[in-house]
């Protein structure tokens, strides 16, 4: 079957909508950052992602190593520390930070989903033009059968789920707080995915607020 040339804007857009609604997103919705922070910033840092998912949890820690030591910092992940049915005790308080002083972490970078939610938006139709139909402007009744069929499309519901998650920073000396972030993730299409876009997002927000700084 041959395709009408006129109808490819159309095709384009219908598919550009198609992979636009299977995608997700991540934003940072607001941060903080402590005036105590140092000016040259963090350049060994402990990530620890605090989730029973053992699954979600290292592959959130291993992208934003990853990116980290793309960036020039030294980072180490708490997976192969902090074991999954350990449980945090004062009695381990200790043990851990002891571990984390003993790779010369000077901060530590923490993960955590503190909400979830289902929404259901309502996305109206919209009136597609034809770029490429010039030619159908020389005539009423050619212009108008020729758009009238495709000019609208209807409206539809849609189903977004939201992950927001917090990303705090402390100094490992002092263990304050140092810095901290919110982000939302809107409609995860997969564990890899998504985790990735997470860690480019929140790295990003760490070199642009000076708090890591790349190891010489």
């Not at 219908?14 to 607001?30: A, D, E, M």
């Not at 963090?42 to 291993?62: G, H, M, P, Q």
């Given at each position: 079957?041959?395709?009408?040339?006129?109808?490819?804007?159309?095709?384009?857009?219908?598919?550009?909508?198609?992979?636009?609604?299977?995608?997700?997103?991540?934003?940072?919705?607001?941060?903080w950052k402590s005036p105590d922070s140092p000016p040259s910033g963090?350049?060994?840092?402990?990530?620890?992602?605090?989730?029973?998912?053992?699954?979600?949890?290292?592959?959130?820690?291993?992208n934003l190593q990853n990116l980290l030591n793309q960036k020039?910092?030294?980072?180490?992940?708490?997976?192969?520390?902090?074991?999954?049915?350990?449980?945090?005790?004062?009695?381990?308080?200790?043990?851990?930070?002891?571990?984390?002083?003993?790779?010369?972490?000077?901060?530590?970078?923490?993960?955590?989903?503190?909400?979830?939610?289902?929404?259901?938006?309502?996305?109206?139709?919209?009136?597609?033009?034809?770029?490429?139909?010039?030619?159908?402007?020389?005539?009423?009744?050619?212009?108008?059968?020729?758009?009238?069929?495709?000019?609208?499309?209807?409206?539809?519901?849609?189903?977004?789920?939201?992950?927001?998650?917090?990303?705090?920073?402390?100094?490992?000396?002092?263990?304050?707080?140092?810095?901290?972030?919110?982000?939302?993730?809107?409609?995860?299409?997969?564990?890899?995915?998504?985790?990735?876009?997470?860690?480019?997002?929140?790295?990003?927000?760490?070199?642009?607020?000076?708090?890591?700084?790349?190891?010489?």
């Open positions: 079957m041959k395709t009408n040339v006129h109808f490819l804007p159309f095709l384009i857009l219908g598919i550009s909508l198609l992979f636009s609604s299977c995608s997700s997103t991540t934003k940072i919705l607001g941060s963090y350049s060994n840092i402990f990530i620890a992602a605090l989730s029973d998912n053992v699954l979600a949890r290292k592959t959130i820690e291993d020039g910092v030294a980072s180490v992940t708490s997976f192969n520390i902090i074991k999954p049915e350990f449980r945090a005790m004062e009695t381990k308080k200790e043990e851990i930070l002891t571990a984390i002083k003993d790779r010369e972490n000077d901060a530590i970078l923490t993960v955590a989903v503190i909400d979830q939610t289902n929404e259901t938006r309502y996305v109206p139709g919209d009136i597609m033009y034809n770029p490429m139909g010039f030619a159908f402007y020389r005539g009423f009744w050619r212009y108008y059968s020729f758009y009238y069929p495709m000019i609208y499309s209807p409206g539809y519901y849609t189903q977004e789920k939201n992950y927001f998650l917090e990303i705090n920073l402390y100094d490992a000396k002092s263990e304050d707080l140092v810095w901290s972030a919110q982000s939302q993730t809107t409609n995860p299409y997969d564990l890899e995915g998504s985790s990735e876009e997470f860690a480019k997002v929140v790295v990003g927000r760490l070199v642009k607020e000076g708090l890591i700084a790349r190891q010489r």
